[in-house]
């Protein structure tokens, strides 16, 4: 739904579907074999004639699609406050009880979807909608003049109008292809026609694309779902506790950016992907560290100011870009990088017109050789092994069970405080002036 | 220029006569790998043991319909826009507001954790301090112009670049700092409703999702439209990546959630039941990617289990349609915005089995008056 018509008040096009989906539960509640038993109810002194009680409706919701009581009620109130069913006492409450209140069925003439102003192309197709179901009406509420008088009226109506009917949808049914599907906007042919041509190149560029068998794509998600189980709170909770629920912000706390020791969860999570590992500060500090050692530290600077230029300010690519090459491109650079001759050679070209993107080739080399060779080694070293086996496994704490022992919650410092420090700090030690905040992401 | 792809004699007609074939070759092409549905795969998973979650904080300020909300890092605070026209920052564990910014526009579309769009064709990047007494709508910068309603916006890997979804059709990618256009995206035939980064280790792509019934893979260097995804019958609402990357769900007009591959080059899932009438407007994942939630126009929030296809459970209690679920960073609770002008933050109680010993120890030493009323209260 275009929230240009949000925004005029109206939903017409969304409606009209949702609209046509509850005429359809409407009708199979009414089936003469699977519908709902409807019997005389009595109002005061009236006896009123195919009438169910809101108990019945909900049990019968709950029959045909399997859902539960509460479900049912849901969905039973939305038919009402459509207008698909209406009380018979207090009518100007349109709210389902589930109790022994009588309901009827809203004769089709006065659903709400047919008192809208339909498109001229729908109009057809509605008016011989409401004579079926005035029918169908007719044929359950016979004794119910109110309702003959009303299907006479209709078929009377579409029986005059059916001529003009059809030459109208024939001349709509043209302009109709063209224009696809409402909200109208006024689409040249030409448009038209580039839209199919763009539409045909997009397909045959589709159909030379690499496709991976299902079986091995699905098998993926399964995995994934395994692996990162213990890690999704809403599935098996975490530890110490939710702090929603135990208003402790302990686990926060343990897992926050920075920590002494970090728990065991998270250096299991390093191991999950390379990606894992370098999103995660410590993570990366860890490896940094661990490179070092290794006499390879240069990779992953190199992966990071190249990071710094595709997501940093566009006024400061051409300033970066040359520091990324004094520092690691140049020949005899002080962290000169190994990156094969090829690569070498077209970002040397690209950087003689540095753009955001200039680097690109380089950093995805130099990101596959970490992944590849570096990061299985960390993971089985020693450095990582202590690790984990330093880590943490927070105890889990019970809730308390007495409201009056329920700890107060208390405020974190807002983000925007910390990164001001954060960056003051950085600005001290830099001695250059501190970025201005946008945001406090 | 495509048109020069028009020759002389190709009609109307036998364009789309030739389209209509290669769109029904491209499913052949796409069912020859389809060898497994999803919900066969997923048979040898467990099934989900009973999920029960719960709305425990509501968050109540805004004076009228919240349109949109989003967590910040620190995984308890968010941030609300409402068509009252105020953009509020809470601390939804304390419930307490910690920032209200008023603006001029009264549709205020989207907001990531700082910038905001809306109705006004622009999208503002406000600054957020701590002196409270600063005017901060004057602080506010402009960023995106587009020449018709900005409805999604997300900022990239960092806060450098924006990256928005229009009504005029198009998606595009802004330099904050000049405001300057890097990058503008073509391909929708409709309004473009909402968009989402790929957490993919290249960090390049993004979904769109419109009106035009289509879900597009774009890559944010070329610009170009790597994928196309045509299988909704009615407005994309809602499009979001799966953690992984590999693949991301939609949540349409038409009632339906839908689960696309990104390798296998189809959808694989339909999320729908028949007792599921109205349009879903917008879903998230849970972090482990098992569990999709969709808020719904009949005010509930539906819980499907991704893998197997069923519903896992069904969440009530917003009392007009649900604008924007997100579930926090770390997955610990899963915050949703409704037209009802509240904000509430839901949880799930499914690991409770050490509540239910301390039930069983209260149940030797506390008369059971007692031990019912402390039961009620959680």
Not at chain 1, 235 to 255: F, V, Y
Request: proline fraction near 4%; glycine fraction near 6%; aromatic fraction near 10%.
């Amino acid at each position: 739904m275009t929230i240009n018509t949000l925004a005029k008040g109206g939903c017409h096009r969304e409606q009209m579907a949702c609209f046509r989906k509850m005429e359809k539960v409407i009708v199979a509640m009414q089936d003469p074999d699977m519908g709902m038993k409807m019997r005389n109810q009595r109002l005061l002194i009236t006896v009123i004639p195919h009438a169910m009680t809101g108990h019945d409706i909900i049990t019968w919701l709950t029959h045909k699609y399997r859902i539960s009581e509460e479900e049912a009620l849901h969905l039973g109130n939305m038919l009402v406050k459509y207008g698909y069913i209406y009380p018979l006492k207090e009518p100007r409450c349109l709210v389902l009880r589930p109790d022994e209140s009588p309901y009827r069925f809203q004769t089709p003439y006065f659903w709400t979807s047919t008192r809208w102003p339909a498109s001229e192309l729908d109009y057809g197709k509605k008016k011989l909608k409401i004579y079926m179901y005035s029918l169908l009406h007719k044929r359950i509420n016979h004794t119910w003049d109110f309702v003959v008088m009303q299907a006479r009226e209709q078929l009377r109506s579409s029986k005059q109008r059916r001529k003009a009917d059809r030459i109208v949808l024939e001349c709509q049914e043209q302009a109709y292809w063209l224009i696809n599907r409402p909200p109208v906007r006024s689409i040249t042919l030409y448009c038209i026609q580039l839209y199919c041509v763009v539409h045909i190149e997009a397909c045959r560029k589709a159909l030379g694309r690499n496709r991976v068998k299902s079986s091995i794509c699905l098998e993926g998600f399964l995995k994934y779902s395994e692996q990162y189980l213990n890690h999704d709170p809403i599935m098996q909770g975490c530890l110490p506790s939710n702090p929603w629920i135990s208003d402790d912000t302990a686990h926060w706390t343990m897992n926050a950016e920075i920590v002494p020791v970090p728990t065991r969860l998270r250096v299991e999570r390093w191991s999950f992907s390379f990606t894992e590992l370098l999103n995660d500060a410590m993570g990366r500090k860890e490896f940094m560290t661990y490179l070092e050692k290794e006499f390879s530290a240069e990779n992953l600077y190199f992966w990071q100011a190249c990071e710094d230029i595709r997501h940093g300010e566009n006024s400061k690519i051409v300033e970066k870009v040359e520091d990324v090459y004094k520092n690691f491109l140049a020949p005899g650079a002080a962290r000169w990088v190994n990156i094969d001759s090829k690569t070498m050679d077209k970002t040397l070209e690209g950087i003689k017109r540095p753009h955001r993107f200039v680097m690109d080739d380089a950093q995805m080399h130099i990101y596959f050789l970490m992944k590849k060779d570096s990061y299985p080694r960390y993971l089985k070293s020693d450095l990582y092994k202590n690790m984990l086996a330093k880590a943490i496994v927070p105890q889990e704490t019970k809730k308390s069970v007495f409201p009056f022992m329920r700890r107060q919650r208390h405020s974190s410092p807002s983000p925007a405080q910390t990164a001001t420090q954060a960056a003051e700090e950085e600005g001290l030690a830099k001695g250059a002036g501190t970025r201005s905040l946008y945001s406090v992401v | 220029m495509a048109c020069q792809g028009l020759q002389k004699g190709e009609t109307l007609e036998s364009l789309k006569r030739e389209s209509e074939t290669l769109k029904k070759k491209l499913e052949e092409e796409r069912n020859k790998l389809n060898d497994v549905e999803l919900h066969q795969v997923a048979e040898k998973v467990e099934v989900l043991s009973a999920l029960s979650i719960k709305t425990r904080r509501v968050l109540k300020g805004h004076g009228n319909k919240v349109l949109c909300m989003d967590w910040c890092k620190d995984k308890r605070r968010m941030v609300s826009s409402s068509q009252d026209g105020k953009v509020i920052v809470w601390d939804a564990f304390t419930l307490n507001k910690e920032h209200g910014v008023p603006l001029p526009c009264t549709w205020v579309l989207a907001c990531a954790y700082a910038p905001l769009s809306g109705l006004d064709n622009k999208c503002s990047v406000i600054p957020l301090s701590l002196d409270k007494n600063e005017n901060l709508a004057a602080k506010k910068k402009s960023v995106a112009m587009h020449t018709n309603y900005v409805s999604g916006c997300s900022f990239t890997n960092s806060d450098m670049q924006l990256l928005t979804s229009s009504g005029d059709g198009t998606c595009a990618l802004w330099d904050v700092e000049s405001g300057q256009l890097l990058q503008s995206f073509h391909g929708h035939t409709a309004d473009v409703l909402s968009l989402d980064l790929a957490p993919s280790e290249t960090g390049n792509t993004f979904v769109s999702g419109g009106c035009d019934m289509k879900a597009n893979v774009w890559d944010m260097r070329s610009g170009q439209n790597i994928q196309s995804f045509e299988s909704h019958e009615s407005d994309i609402n809602c499009v979001k990546y799966y953690p992984s990357g590999d693949a991301f769900a939609s949540a349409s007009d038409d009632a339906t959630c839908r689960f696309y591959d990104l390798r296998a080059d189809r959808e694989v899932a339909v999320y729908q039941k028949d007792s599921i009438i109205f349009g879903a407007s917008t879903c998230d994942f849970s972090l482990s990617g098992r569990l999709l939630f969709a808020g719904y126009n009949d005010y509930t929030i539906n819980v499907w289990d991704v893998l197997k296809g069923t519903r896992a459970t069904i969440l009530f209690g917003h009392e007009n349609r649900v604008s924007r679920v997100r579930v926090s960073p770390d997955g610990t609770a899963l915050g949703s915005a409704s037209w009802d002008s509240t904000l509430r933050v839901s949880w799930s109680f499914s690991t409770g089995s050490n509540y239910i010993f301390r039930f069983i120890k209260l149940l030797f030493w506390v008369n059971s008056r007692l031990v019912l009323e402390f039961t009620v209260a959680f």
